[in-house]
């Protein structure tokens, strides 16, 4: 069978800080091309519609894979399976990934027959069962583990056998120089585990994976780097180097390889501080750029988003990233009932430290347990605004004042970081990335007001709402079961290797 991959285009923050390639749906493409079948992928972060149904016409693939992680693209990914069963009826949409995962029954009904079929859980070995399914008979789709039809519901999605066996098709993407995170221009991206044992409440991570974590022998982490062309690197991981012994593995099988790159990470605070002559040692590899999802800066905030971190760890960490000479970027949850003084505090603190400042907005999205404590009270279920850019609960403030205030305390970061004073700092690795042909990392500096405006962002609130997102139905009254939130079903071994690791932090 002919098969055409597709990745959704990008959303509010891909047009200024980073624009990742599209891994998720590699790992897909390489899966089914390794069952045999003719596979093209197309990602919508770096070409556009038009680009897409010309594909479409010239390939005239037998079926189109979409990849959704991301909530706020279920419009474009309903609309583009509707126009494309129009313009030829027998090709196979089907549609997974993380958030489709948690909206698979509506990403059905809005369809309206133009979406075949929902895959929930990892689809590198559901995609070729799914495809052998519609070639030899499609009305069994709804039998297959994962899938969700019209017709039915199969049994629940499984564990993919072993995270060893995935290679994700690189070699499918037409430009990868358009792949950036920062000053790493061009960056590739590579998964070294999969999972997160802890259980913040605003995450989504966590209930995917039913809680559990794998990792990927360190031999076959380091083969996939080998085969990566590109200096700059992502590492994917929700969080990084959980375990030491995995990282310390992964370090000794570069070193004999003698691979240089340039790293970029994201993990926990007291991960950081647990292993700290592990990250050391990464930085002697070549780690320059760490995210820690900081989330608060005060005890109430941390313990409402149930990271289980004490406030004085998180402050620890930054300090132990600064004297290894690491860049360190976090992230602030922003919460619809902040003030102007609440903001201000914010402000201050962001001027305060050296490090990369964001403010998110809290978005309780399907899938997190704030999905259901918190859904009743959203002010839209436009799933266009669901990407932590946008207020979906009820502000304190007025709308148009949160979002000047919510802009305002975001100029921090480009007035620290971006226009005159970034391009003043880092004049040499700019014109040195111009020379090369790159161009994302010096275009990012001067992005922000053009994107970050609150007159763009009050604006979409007012624009035709054609699908809406169904709200849950709960009891005010019950507490949270999380095991009615997993995508994968837990087991006891991962139970227990869990609470060994969160102990452990």
């Given at each position: 069978m002919k098969v055409l991959c597709v990745h959704p285009s990008g959303l509010m923050y891909t047009e200024i800080f980073l624009r990742l390639e599209p891994l998720g749906v590699e790992l897909v493409a390489a899966a089914v091309r390794r069952a045999g079948h003719d596979t093209r992928l197309l990602d919508l972060q770096a070409a556009t519609?038009?680009?897409?149904?010309?594909?479409?016409?010239?390939?005239?693939p037998d079926a189109?894979?979409?990849?959704?992680?991301?909530?706020?693209?279920?419009?474009?990914?309903?609309?583009?399976?509707?126009?494309?069963?129009?313009?030829?009826?027998?090709?196979?949409?089907?549609?997974?990934?993380?958030?489709?995962?948690?909206?698979?029954?509506?990403?059905?009904?809005?369809?309206?027959?133009?979406?075949?079929?929902?895959?929930?859980?990892?689809?590198?070995?559901?995609?070729?069962?799914?495809?052998?399914?519609?070639?030899?008979?499609?009305?069994?789709?709804?039998?297959l583990d994962g899938v969700i039809t019209l017709d039915g519901e199969g049994p629940p999605p499984k564990q993919i056998h072993s995270l060893d066996d995935l290679r994700p098709a690189r070699d499918l993407l037409p430009n990868r120089k358009k792949y950036f995170i920062g000053v790493l221009d061009p960056a590739a991206s590579i998964e070294f585990s999969r999972g997160c044992p802890w259980d913040c409440s605003f995450c989504s991570a966590w209930t995917f994976y039913g809680r559990s974590y794998?990792?990927?022998?360190?031999?076959?982490?380091?083969?996939?780097?080998?085969?990566?062309?590109?200096?700059g690197v992502f590492i994917v991981d929700d969080v990084a180097f959980i375990q030491a012994e995995h990282g310390n593995a992964i370090a000794d099988a570069i070193e004999r390889r003698g691979l240089k790159k340039r790293y970029y990470l994201e993990t926990r605070g007291?991960?950081?501080?647990?292993?700290?002559?592990?990250?050391?040692?990464?930085?002697?590899?070549?780690?320059?750029?760490?995210?820690?999802?900081?989330?608060?800066?005060?005890?109430?905030?941390?313990?409402?988003?149930?990271?289980?971190?004490?406030?004085?760890k998180n402050f620890e960490a930054l300090e132990y990233a600064r004297s290894l000479g690491i860049m360190v970027a976090v992230n602030i949850i922003a919460d619809p009932d902040w003030d102007e003084a609440?903001?201000?505090?914010?402000?201050?603190?962001?001027?305060?430290?050296?490090?990369?400042?964001?403010?998110?907005?809290?978005?309780?999205?399907?899938g997190t347990e704030t999905f259901l404590t918190d859904a009743r009270t959203f002010t839209t279920r436009d799933y266009r605004l669901f990407d932590i850019q946008h207020a979906v609960l009820p502000t304190k403030l007025p709308l148009r004042r949160f979002y000047e205030e919510l802009v305002k305390t975001q100029q921090v970061l480009n007035k620290k970081h971006l226009g005159i004073a970034a391009l003043k700092a880092t004049a040499a690795i700019s014109a040195r990335l111009l020379l090369q042909g790159q161009t994302n990392f010096v275009k990012m500096l001067w992005k922000f007001n053009s994107v970050y405006d609150p007159r763009r962002q009050l604006s979409d609130h007012a624009q035709p709402v054609k699908y809406e997102m169904k709200l849950?139905?709960?009891?005010?009254?019950?507490?949270?079961?999380?095991?009615?939130?997993?995508?994968?079903?837990?087991?006891?071994?991962?139970?227990?290797?869990?609470?060994?690791?969160?102990r452990e932090t």
């Open positions: 519609h038009r680009d897409y149904f010309r594909l479409l016409d010239d390939f005239r189109v894979l979409f990849g959704m992680n991301y909530l706020a693209n279920v419009p474009e990914v309903v609309d583009l399976c509707k126009e494309t069963k129009a313009r030829h009826p027998r090709i196979l949409t089907c549609v997974g990934g993380h958030s489709a995962s948690f909206t698979a029954r509506e990403l059905l009904a809005h369809a309206e027959g133009s979406i075949d079929c929902v895959v929930r859980g990892e689809g590198e070995e559901a995609a070729p069962r799914v495809l052998d399914a519609w070639r030899d008979d499609p009305k069994s789709l709804h039998l794998r990792k990927v022998n360190p031999e076959i982490c380091a083969e996939d780097l080998a085969s990566i062309r590109e200096q007291d991960v950081l501080l647990r292993n700290k002559e592990l990250f050391v040692r990464w930085k002697k590899l070549g780690l320059e750029y760490m995210f820690l999802g900081l989330e608060a800066i005060d005890a109430e905030g941390l313990k409402a988003f149930r990271k289980r971190v004490p406030l004085g609440r903001f201000q505090v914010i402000r201050e603190w962001a001027l305060s430290v050296p490090e990369i400042v964001n403010i998110s907005v809290n978005t309780p999205y399907p849950p139905v709960v009891s005010p009254t019950k507490k949270v079961d999380p095991r009615k939130l997993y995508v994968l079903p837990p087991n006891s071994k991962a139970a227990q290797a869990n609470a060994l690791i969160t």
